[in-house]
């Protein structure tokens, strides 16, 4: 199974502010994705992250807001840009699973904006 | 992505078994059943992913019906550290590995 780590694991910031996220995976992949999990809510898939191609963004997610760089095959980095309250959240990356067409997920960046 | 729904929580004691139902209505026929294990402040952990019949592992067993409307997943003998929030997904696996979380079952384990 794929080992993942994510950087920083917690942060407060201020609204209007930037936070870029990183994310490693210890083998190669083709497929990185990037989650949201707001408090007590369940997870919602923000972007799809190819190596060598923009990001697919999902419904309500846009570039500017949360730009994504897949600069090689296990590494990944999700900015928040301009941050409001609204974006306290926690952001796990996650990995395909080839064999079984499911993800190995990060342990999450927990964010707070103020 | 067909829909699911689970039971919001679920409540057990120390040694029970416990058995979270998930309903899919709308199941596709390449459709696969994945369940997830969610730990506080941790990502999701897959547990088990089945396509009919009787599914087990070392961790649990998932028991879907012949017209795979919905699906069982079971716990035996949980423990404290079993609390947790468990989601069903439905979908094909490889298929962009998309995964579409619902709410979510809280399993909360009492001694």
């Known amino acids: 199974s794929a080992v993942i780590s994510q950087k920083p694991s917690r942060d407060i910031c201020q609204r209007g502010t930037s936070l870029t996220i990183q994310c490693q995976v210890d083998s190669q992949v083709t497929m990185m994705f990037w989650y949201r999990q707001q408090p007590g809510q369940s997870l919602t898939l923000i972007a799809t992250?190819?190596?060598?191609?923009?990001?697919?963004?999902e419904s309500g997610f846009v570039i500017d807001k949360f730009p994504i760089s897949r600069p090689n095959l296990t590494f990944s980095t999700l900015t928040v840009s301009n941050m409001s309250p609204e974006d306290s959240s926690i952001y796990l990356c996650s990995v395909e699973d080839g064999a079984r067409g499911t993800q190995y997920f990060g342990p999450g960046t927990r964010l707070l904006v103020l | 992505l067909a829909k699911t729904t689970q039971p919001i929580s679920m409540d057990s004691y120390e040694g029970q078994e416990v058995n979270i139902t998930c309903s899919h209505n709308?199941?596709?026929?390449?459709?696969?059943i994945t369940w997830y294990q969610q730990f506080p402040s941790q990502g999701p952990r897959f547990i088990i992913q089945?396509?009919?019949t009787k599914v087990t592992n070392e961790v649990a067993s998932l028991f879907i019906p012949a017209d795979r409307k919905s699906s069982t997943l079971s716990l035996p003998r949980v423990s404290l550290s079993d609390t947790a929030v468990y989601y069903c997904?439905?979908?094909?696996?490889?298929?962009?590995?998309?995964?579409?979380f619902g709410a979510g079952t809280t399993v909360t384990v009492r001694a």
């Open positions: 992250a190819n190596q060598g191609s923009e990001a697919t963004y």
């Open positions: 709308n199941i596709a026929t390449n459709d696969y």
């Open positions: 089945g396509y009919k």
């Open positions: 997904l439905v979908g094909v696996p490889s298929n962009d590995y998309k995964l579409s």
